[in-house]
Antibody, heavy 121, light 109 residues
């Protein structure tokens, strides 16, 4: 079964850091680009960051550029999101999503169930 | 960065047809993909590459595109199609960026 399972969310104070993880199974992880997408409570979807199959290229939304870092470990079938200098507006459910292609495809065909990040003092 | 604009809400009678639109400059260059999200659930891809359906998606879902507008059509809407729908495409303003639409709430009457 193709599956993505996120972890690492929680309650964190503004200005602090958090690292999210996404464990992939059921497909050849290193054949595909991967992404993080978030959804603030009651709001729409926002693409956060993406990484190519071999980590050769990455992309970030303007709202997180310079604060978040995406990475992957193909040997561990895992995707990560290091989030620094967290702000209240980063509060959201963070989804891990599989790209339909290896290098920046046109869709996200598999999604995890998400991990909640709450930034509050 | 680019923006994709959707109508906030539409309604459709059971068994009728509804079209959801998504407008943005990036759609002149890139294909749209469409996602269905039901309350408390993760999004599900329903259309990609303008009009391709992943395995398991009913053929009542179809996509089209013209100029800066992409559309998702549900032909013969069912009660289970009531959900939020989001379009998505690459962002034409820079490499390796994506943008989601503002979302449309579909109500099946």
């Amino acid at each position: 079964e193709v599956q993505l399972v996120e972890s690492g969310g929680g309650l964190v104070q503004p200005g602090r850091s958090l690292r999210l993880s996404c464990a992939a199974s059921g497909f050849t992880f290193d054949d595909y680009a991967m992404h993080w997408v978030r959804q603030a409570p009651g709001k729409g979807l926002e693409w956060v960051s993406g990484i190519s199959w071999n980590s050769g290229s990455t992309g970030y939304a303007e709202s997180v550029k310079g604060r978040f870092t995406i990475s992957r470990d193909n040997a561990k079938n895992s995707l990560y999101l290091q989030m620094n200098s967290l702000r209240a507006e980063d509060t959201a459910l963070y989804y891990c999503a599989k790209d339909i292609g290896g290098n920046w495809g046109d869709a996200f065909d598999i999604w995890g169930q998400g991990t909640m990040v709450t930034v509050s003092s | 960065s680019s923006e994709l604009t959707q109508d906030p809400a539409v309604s459709v009678a059971l068994g009728q047809t509804v079209r959801i639109t998504c407008q943005g400059d990036s759609l002149r260059i890139y294909y749209a993909s469409w996602y269905q999200q039901k309350p408390g659930q993760a999004p599900v891809l329903v259309i990609y590459d303008k009009n391709n359906r992943p395995s398991g998606i009913p053929d009542r879902f179809s996509g089209s595109s013209s100029g800066n507008t992409a559309s998702l059509t549900i032909t013969g809407a069912q009660a289970e199609d009531e959900a939020d729908y989001y379009c998505n495409s690459r962002d034409s303003s820079a490499n390796h960026l994506y943008v989601f639409g503002t979302g449309t709430k579909v109500t099946v009457l």
